[in-house]
């Protein structure tokens, strides 16, 4: 059974993304009160625009965001969350840099059998929102479902089949964790994904190179000198276009966050 939160009219907004790449700009704004760690999480309490708002670094991968955004509502029950991410796409019309706006967030735990294990429609108040704030910038976007997936997919043949067996536009490593935490408890939730790496990009596992914080590690580094003994360089520049991406999302979120910051939100 769903646990209903009954926020008060002060309550903050809570923002979410996998690294500190793809929310830093909001975190460079924010007026700091607290910061603190729960497991690989980082949060952060602060003002942005004269609201109250908690921004979350969770790590990647299902668990960590699931366990992040349960502790962020458990702790500070949010009147909305708005989750930021790069994505990669399994759609031949998706390309690296294009916008996604989520309306659904499907999860699948095997991929051997691709069978979705949960399904979430996400806040069509909060999509309707957003896509205006998109549109008064000139932002251009697409809506489509994102599927949450447990590793980064990089193989041509994987992302056609999941293309043609769900029907999808593009996959990455968290939204349905965080969906399934936000809908549990009754809280509207955005979704907005900047796409990172699509049908066009070698085939090499770059989710080999970082830790669960998205950072590079020397042991990471090392395994994947072993598996791709060619490919270093292909994964410099792989960071730097992560890089550039997510400054561009970054900056686009610190916007969605400035101008849903002056909105009227009502509690749950």
């Known amino acids: ?34 910061k603190g760690r729960v497991g ?14 908690v921004l979350v670094e969770s790590g990647i991968g299902f668990n960590n965001a699931e366990n992040s ?12 969350i708005l989750s930021f991410g790069l994505a990669g796409s399994v759609d031949t019309t998706t390309k690296i840099g294009d916008i996604l706006l989520a309306t659904h967030l499907l999860w699948v735990k095997d991929m051997e059998t691709c069978k979705v294990e949960k399904s979430y429609i996400l806040d069509e108040g909060l999509i309707d929102i957003t896509s205006n704030i998109l549109n008064k910038y000139d932002l251009k976007f697409k809506m489509g479902k994102v599927l949450t997936v447990p590793y980064f997919v990089f193989k041509l043949e994987e992302r056609y089949r999941i293309r043609r067996e769900l029907e999808i536009e593009v996959v990455e490593m968290e ?28 085939e090499i596992d770059y989710g080999m190179v970082v830790g669960p914080m998205g ?14 003994r060619r490919g270093l360089l292909e994964v410099f520049r792989f960071g730097r276009q992560l890089r550039r991406l997510g400054t561009r999302l970054s900056g686009i ?12 939100l009502n509690p749950v």
């Open 40 to 53: 690989n999480s980082r949060f952060f309490r602060g003002h942005f625009s004269g609201k109250e708002l």
């Open 1 to 34: 059974m769903s646990q209903i939160h009954q926020p008060k009219a002060d309550s903050s907004i809570g923002v979410i993304g996998a690294t500190g790449l793809e929310i830093g700009l909001v975190k460079k704004r924010i007026e700091l009160i607290e």
């Open 215 to 228: 950072r590079p590690t020397l042991k990471a580094g090392v395994r994947f000198f072993l598996v791709h």
């Open 175 to 202: 939204g349905a964790a965080v969906a399934g935490e936000a809908i549990k408890h009754g809280i509207p939730l955005m979704a907005l994904r900047l796409i990172s790496d699509d049908m066009s990009t070698r």
């Open 253 to 264: 979120g610190a916007r969605i966050v400035e101008e849903i910051t002056t909105l009227p």
């Open 69 to 80: 955004c349960n502790h962020m509502i458990e702790r500070f029950s949010p009147l909305a």
